[in-house]
């Protein structure tokens, strides 16, 4: 079974641009759920679909938005971007969505560079 | 609020000796852990999660950890440690309040020495 896809792996934007980043969950599962991993801030939740709603949202400005289709695939996009949403952006899936003992599996993430 | 500490930034270990990586939880309700594991340039790989049952939890790669609800801690622990291990370590406790959100602590690298 394929994994959890991510495209692109490696972006570089400037200020004020706005991007787009895309999951593709593992085959079945409904949950997706985007982190952003930086140096100084570690792994930090941004939020959570499942069944296109979103259930859970991060302490994120709301220059950070997302959505998911009708097949489970996710984006999430920032506008106005700022030097500091340079970041490793990781999407994880998983079968459930509220089921706290449910694993997810994470995908290799997108490099995003703001220059 | 939950939430997970890793005490230590770093461990190095020599490569056959044994490893332990820490973590302390602090939690409202049942304890829901996870350990991940990050190799250069790539996502977070799932090793073995607590839920319920025994204390000691056996993963992936000959990991396991150790539940303590005294000490509130899930140590990593694995016998003999390979250079290949080398990697940042992740405890993780699931927030179950309104949906599906993880808690991670800020890390742990473990270098194995050869």
């Known amino acids: 079974k394929a994994g959890v896809t991510q495209t692109p792996r490696y972006l570089i934007k400037t200020r004020g641009q706005q991007v787009t980043l895309s999951c593709s969950p593992i085959?079945?599962?409904?949950?997706v759920s985007w982190y952003q991993q930086t140096p100084g801030q570690g792994l930090q939740f941004l939020f959570e679909?499942?069944?296109?709603?979103?259930?859970n949202k991060g302490n994120f400005p709301g220059r950070f938005s997302g959505r998911q289709f009708s097949n489970s695939r996710s984006e999430m996009n920032v506008s106005t971007l700022e030097l500091g949403d340079s970041a490793l952006y990781l999407c994880?899936?998983?079968?459930?969505?509220?089921?706290?003992?449910?694993?997810?599996?994470f995908g290799p993430g997108t490099r995003l560079t703001v220059l | 609020a939950q939430s997970v500490a890793q005490p230590e930034d770093q461990v190095n270990v020599a490569e056959g000796n044994p490893l332990t990586v820490k973590c302390t939880y602090s939690?409202?309700?049942?304890?829901?852990l996870f350990w991940y594991v990050q190799y250069p340039n790539r996502g977070l790989q799932f090793l073995l999660k607590?839920?319920?049952?025994?204390?000691l939890v056996k993963g992936s790669y000959g990991f396991e950890a150790e539940f303590n609800k005294s000490q509130t801690s899930f140590h990593l622990k694995k016998p003999s440690a390979l250079v290949s291990d080398s990697a940042l370590y992740f405890c993780?406790?699931?927030?179950?309040?309104?949906?599906?959100?993880?808690?991670f602590g800020a890390g742990t690298r473990l270098f194995v020495k050869a």
């Open positions: 085959s079945g599962h409904r949950s």
């Open positions: 939690v409202s309700g049942n304890p829901y």
């Open positions: 994880a899936s998983s079968l459930f969505a509220g089921a706290r003992t449910d694993t997810q599996y």
């Open positions: 607590y839920i319920t049952g025994d204390n």
């Open positions: 679909y499942f069944s296109e709603t979103q259930r």
């Open positions: 993780a406790v699931r927030d179950g309040a309104g949906g599906f959100k993880t808690i």
